[in-house]
């Protein structure tokens, strides 16, 4: 069902492509658009039409090969091509008009941008003699996303459109991906010239990622491996944007050492492994974070040293050296002082490391320090209550694992409270199956992005877990769905507020609850999802949890199951922002209820 | 301190929004910023000055990397590099002063570009610090205006 390792391996670099079949002849530039997409390997792209790009939809009126996805709003195209990368490891790609069209998709960028994701995203722009006039519907929209995009275009020559759109591919899905923009300026796509499409891979003489770790470094780190007594693996997004799950397996296994991965690598390690620990930081369990405190040798693979992972600069992981390979220099040492940097493309660092541990016989780390975690692991276990007055949002969670546990299922989230209990206790069986937004927290993109996803997979079963907030934000794409026969499946965890905020607003704002509270306005989300044609349900008996996520799942078309949870339910544990991850305020031990006000512990 | 950064980018519209954006994004101040074309008419050479400190030059360096139309960055604050600026200082000049900055502005290997009734114009070209003392020294008889070109930098010889 997914695309094979080797396929994608082969997506990366050193790739060349067929020749299009309309080589040579004559074409506007719109067209050549519609032959560069096809040539590129695209199947699928989501846009919304629009004055400057009603050429560029013209063309695609006659394209066999390409199966356009009609959004609602550009911003839900933004987000579904973004849900589409990230579950096949291919570029996505959205097509949307000048000025609105292109300021929509602004949010869906920079999404992609932060967790680095490979798109491409198409623009129409006013006629090029117009530019910088304050035409109808123009933007700068190469402007406004230059600090969001890997690269961006602004095409000025029907000639070098082909060009262009191919090096566009290249540097989004080469090196750390990235979404990159081409900008087409209406009369370029009217323009006409012979068109020939480049086979061989772009060369870019500024542009030369660093595949390929350094030797020494990779023995080096094998050394400090081989010497460490309580060393923890700290995996990222680069696992999975490089196919390296087998590789960290491998290396865990062979030296028994302990594995956390963040939400952006959910599903690169097997969530049952027992040197699985799960997710670090803010809400990582208590045992990840003491594990990570107390850890001499941090290997840190494919991630960033985020914020939300880290704590307070300076706090992490006090003792400890630190082994740092990514795709990114820039990311070596940015958040953290790093002993043994390794820039390339983590997948062969890792088998490299691998290699040379065998070689020199490196020895498994003593069960001492496996059995020590373990200990910490039954000591601080992620538990949650129980009710059979009322839904806890983590049964649903659990009961989602169950009842899909034979199925290929995709998982999205939007951003909030539900995406941190997916984060913590959603099985995620596979890399690429959890799409979450991690690094700008984008609320209103898990719902597109599952319609993306699905527009991947038509015959898989994804599941959007949405909050009540998050879903509004993007609501309107229920029509895409169902328009596009796309049959995804959307929990809402309906606790009638901003639950994350108004988490913090109890735990460090004295409960003042200001502007998070819905109750007043309570959306009837039933409702909603049959005005859209909606397979449409809701439960809040425990009773009937079960029977309601049987029939949301079996369902046919795209459906949606209304939660109503518990409000009051928090997500634990908490390392408060600007601590250290060690130092938890809120953990389940203490109930939040008696907690004095705006402290923890 | 100051840290001057010679960039190597493709000549062509946008590269030096896209240079000095990041470094702005990145919540530093561009002290001084000179741009020409090369030797080779496709490239372009930014000469910039920021002042920061060693780890922040450090990812400013690997961010503007990434940028896809910066070929190479030289970093001259560490290596011997030979280091310009042209000044144009207008003076207040009254008639029976005007030989006295004039023996200023030779010693100083400037040229006097402009005479006014009351003021004299003065091009000087040499490093930041000539230049400083050169403001210095001028700056007793009244300066009227200053502009400056920022600095720009070639490694020496022997680097290459």
Same mark, same amino acid.
């Given at each position: 069902?997914?695309?094979?390792?080797?396929?994608?391996?082969?997506?990366?670099?050193?790739?060349?492509?067929?020749?299009?079949?309309?080589?040579? %002849?004559?074409?506007?530039?719109?067209?050549?658009?519609? @032959?560069?997409?096809?040539?590129?390997?695209?199947?699928?792209?989501?846009?919304?039409?629009?004055?400057? &790009?009603?050429?560029?939809?013209?063309?695609?009126?006659?394209?066999?090969?390409?199966?356009?996805?009609?959004?609602?709003?550009?911003?839900? !195209?933004?987000?579904? $091509?973004?849900?589409?990368?990230? =579950?096949?490891?291919?570029?996505?790609?959205?097509?949307?008009?000048?000025?609105?069209? @292109?300021?929509?998709?602004?949010?869906?960028?920079?999404?992609?941008?932060?967790?680095?994701?490979?798109?491409?995203?198409?623009?129409?722009?006013?006629?090029?003699?117009?530019?910088?006039?304050?035409?109808?519907?123009?933007? /700068?929209?190469?402007?406004?996303?230059?600090?969001?995009?890997?690269?961006?275009?602004?095409?000025? /020559?029907?000639?070098?459109?082909?060009?262009?759109?191919?090096? !566009?591919?290249?540097?989004?899905?080469?090196?750390?991906?990235?979404?990159?923009?081409?900008?087409?300026?209406?009369?370029?796509?009217?323009?006409?010239?012979?068109?020939?499409?480049?086979?061989?891979?772009?060369?870019?003489?500024?542009?030369?990622?660093?595949?390929?770790?350094?030797?020494? #470094?990779?023995?080096? @780190?094998?050394?400090?491996?081989?010497?460490?007594?309580?060393? &923890?693996?700290?995996?990222?997004?680069?696992?999975?944007?490089?196919?390296?799950?087998?590789?960290?397996?491998?290396? =865990?296994?062979?030296?028994?050492?302990?594995?956390?991965?963040?939400l952006? !690598?959910?599903?690169?390690?097997?969530?049952?492994?027992?040197?699985?620990?799960?997710?670090?930081?803010?809400?990582?369990?208590?045992?990840?974070?003491?594990?990570?405190?107390?850890?001499?040798?941090?290997?840190?693979?494919?991630?960033?040293?985020?914020?939300?992972?880290?704590?307070?600069?300076?706090?992490?992981?006090?003792?400890?050296?630190?082994?740092?390979?990514?795709?990114?220099?820039?990311?070596?040492?940015?958040?953290?002082?790093?002993?043994?940097?390794?820039?390339?493309?983590?997948?062969?660092?890792?088998?490299?490391?691998?290699?040379?541990?065998?070689?020199?016989?490196?020895?498994?780390?003593?069960?001492?320090?496996?059995?020590?975690?373990?200990?910490?692991?039954? #000591?601080?276990?992620?538990?949650?209550?129980?009710?059979?007055?009322?839904?806890?949002?983590?049964? &649903?969670?659990?009961?989602?694992?169950?009842?899909? =546990?034979?199925? /290929?299922?995709?998982?999205?989230t939007e951003v909030g409270q539900h995406q941190m209990w997916a984060a913590?206790?959603?099985?995620?069986?596979?890399?690429?199956?959890?799409?979450s937004s991690?690094?700008?927290g984008?609320?209103?993109?898990g719902?597109?992005?599952?319609?993306?996803?699905? $527009?991947?997979?038509?015959?898989?079963?994804?599941?959007?877990l949405?909050g009540?907030?998050s879903?509004?934000?993007?609501? %309107?794409?229920?029509?895409?769905?169902?328009? $596009?026969?796309?049959?995804?499946?959307?929990?809402?965890?309906?606790? #009638?507020?901003?639950?994350m905020?108004?988490?913090?607003?109890?735990?460090?704002?004295?409960?003042?609850?200001? %502007?998070?509270?819905?109750?007043?306005?309570?959306?009837?989300? &039933?409702?909603?999802?049959? !005005?859209?044609?909606?397979?449409?349900?809701?439960?809040?008996?425990?009773?009937?949890?079960?029977?309601?996520?049987? /029939?949301?799942?079996?369902?046919?078309?795209?459906?949606?199951?209304?939660?109503?949870?518990?409000?009051?339910?928090?997500?634990?544990?908490?390392?408060?922002?600007?601590?250290?991850?060690?130092?938890?305020?809120?953990?389940?031990?203490?109930?939040?209820?008696?907690?004095?006000?705006?402290?923890?512990? | 301190?100051?840290? +001057?950064?010679?960039?190597?980018?493709?000549?062509?519209?946008?590269?030096?929004?896209?240079?000095?954006?990041?470094?702005?994004?990145?919540?530093?101040?561009?002290?001084?910023? *000179?741009?020409? +074309?090369?030797?080779?008419?496709?490239?372009?050479?930014?000469?910039?000055?920021?002042?920061?400190?060693?780890?922040?030059?450090?990812?400013?360096?690997?961010?503007?990397?990434?940028?896809?139309?910066?070929?190479?960055?030289?970093?001259?604050?560490?290596?011997?590099?030979?280091?310009?600026?042209?000044?144009?200082?207008?003076?207040? *000049?009254?008639?029976?002063?005007?030989?006295?900055?004039?023996?200023?502005?030779?010693?100083?290997?400037?040229?006097?570009?402009?005479?006014?009734?009351?003021?004299?114009?003065?091009?000087?070209?040499?490093?930041?610090?000539?230049?400083? *003392?050169?403001?210095?020294?001028?700056?007793?008889?009244?300066?009227?205006?200053?502009?400056?070109?920022?600095?720009?930098?070639?490694?020496?010889?022997?680097?290459?």
């Amino acid at each position: 069902m997914t695309t094979s390792k080797a396929q994608k391996a082969e997506s990366r670099k050193g790739r060349s492509i067929a020749p299009s079949p309309k080589e040579g %002849q004559v074409l506007s530039g719109a067209q050549q658009v519609i @032959a560069a997409l096809e040539a590129e390997g695209v199947t699928t792209l989501f846009g919304y039409p629009g004055g400057t &790009v009603i050429d560029i939809y013209d063309a695609l009126y006659d394209s066999e090969k390409l199966h356009h996805v009609l959004v609602r709003h550009e911003q839900g !195209a933004a987000h579904a $091509a973004d849900g589409y990368a990230r =579950a096949t490891g291919r570029p996505g790609v959205c097509l949307v008009t000048s000025g609105p069209g @292109a300021t929509n998709t602004v949010t869906g960028i920079a999404t992609a941008y932060m967790d680095s994701v490979p798109m491409v995203i198409l623009t129409g722009q006013v006629a090029t003699a117009a530019i910088g006039t304050d035409a109808f519907q123009e933007s /700068d929209i190469t402007g406004i996303t230059l600090p969001i995009t890997k690269h961006s275009y602004l095409v000025k /020559d029907v000639h070098d459109l082909p060009r262009v759109i191919h090096e !566009a591919f290249h540097i989004a899905t080469t090196g750390r991906p990235g979404p990159v923009l081409v900008d087409l300026p209406s009369d370029i796509s009217k323009a006409k010239c012979e068109f020939h499409y480049p086979v061989e891979e772009p060369n870019i003489p500024s542009y030369k990622p660093t595949y390929r770790g350094h030797s020494k #470094q990779i023995k080096q @780190a094998a050394r400090y491996i081989a010497a460490a007594r309580k060393p &923890v693996i700290y995996a990222g997004g680069g696992i999975i944007a490089s196919n390296a799950e087998d590789e960290l397996l491998e290396l =865990a296994e062979l030296m028994q050492i302990p594995v956390t991965t963040t939400l952006m !690598a959910k599903g690169a390690f097997p969530y049952d492994n027992p040197l699985a620990l799960g997710m670090p930081g803010m809400h990582g369990a208590r045992y990840t974070n003491m594990a990570l405190s107390e850890s001499d040798l941090i290997i840190a693979l494919g991630t960033r040293f985020s914020d939300r992972v880290i704590g307070r600069k300076g706090t992490f992981a006090r003792n400890a050296k630190v082994i740092h390979a990514d795709i990114d220099p820039a990311e070596i040492g940015k958040n953290r002082a790093v002993d043994v940097p390794i820039v390339g493309d983590v997948r062969g660092i890792i088998a490299g490391i691998v290699a040379e541990l065998r070689r020199t016989e490196a020895k498994p780390k003593s069960l001492a320090w496996v059995d020590h975690v373990d200990e910490m692991r039954s #000591q601080y276990p992620m538990r949650h209550p129980v009710s059979e007055a009322v839904i806890m949002p983590e049964v &649903v969670i659990e009961r989602l694992n169950a009842l899909t =546990a034979d199925r /290929d299922t995709i998982v999205t989230t939007e951003v909030g409270q539900h995406q941190m209990w997916a984060a913590q206790f959603l099985d995620t069986r596979r890399p690429r199956s959890f799409i979450s937004s991690g690094g700008l927290g984008t609320m209103g993109f898990g719902f597109p992005a599952a319609i993306g996803a699905q $527009a991947a997979y038509p015959d898989s079963l994804v599941v959007c877990l949405a909050g009540d907030g998050s879903f509004q934000m993007n609501s %309107q794409e229920m029509a895409t769905a169902k328009a $596009a026969g796309l049959p995804v499946k959307v929990i809402i965890f309906d606790n #009638q507020c901003l639950g994350m905020v108004r988490q913090w607003q109890q735990l460090f704002y004295h409960g003042r609850y200001s %502007q998070t509270l819905f109750d007043d306005s309570i959306v009837n989300f &039933v409702a909603l999802g049959h !005005a859209y044609g909606w397979h449409a349900a809701e439960v809040s008996d425990p009773a009937q949890l079960d029977e309601a996520l049987k /029939d949301l799942i079996n369902s046919e078309g795209p459906a949606l199951l209304n939660v109503q949870i518990a409000q009051s339910e928090l997500v634990l544990p908490m390392v408060a922002p600007g601590s250290a991850i060690d130092e938890s305020v809120a953990a389940r031990n203490v109930a939040p209820t008696i907690m004095p006000e705006g402290k923890g512990e | 301190m100051n840290w +001057t950064l010679s960039v190597l980018v493709e000549n062509k519209p946008g590269v030096l929004t896209r240079v000095t954006s990041l470094i702005s994004r990145r919540g530093f101040n561009i002290e001084s910023l *000179a741009v020409g +074309t090369t030797e080779d008419p496709t490239r372009s050479r930014i000469t910039l000055v920021v002042d920061t400190d060693a780890d922040s030059i450090e990812q400013i360096t690997k961010q503007l990397h990434k940028l896809v139309d910066v070929y190479k960055i030289t970093n001259l604050t560490e290596e011997d590099s030979i280091d310009r600026e042209l000044v144009l200082f207008k003076v207040n *000049a009254v008639p029976e002063r005007r030989h006295e900055i004039i023996e200023v502005a030779d010693v100083f290997r400037a040229s006097i570009v402009d005479f006014g009734r009351t003021s004299l114009t003065i091009e000087a070209t040499g490093t930041a610090e000539k230049m400083a *003392a050169l403001d210095d020294l001028l700056r007793s008889y009244g300066i009227k205006e200053i502009v400056r070109t920022g600095k720009i930098s070639l490694s020496r010889g022997s680097h290459d």
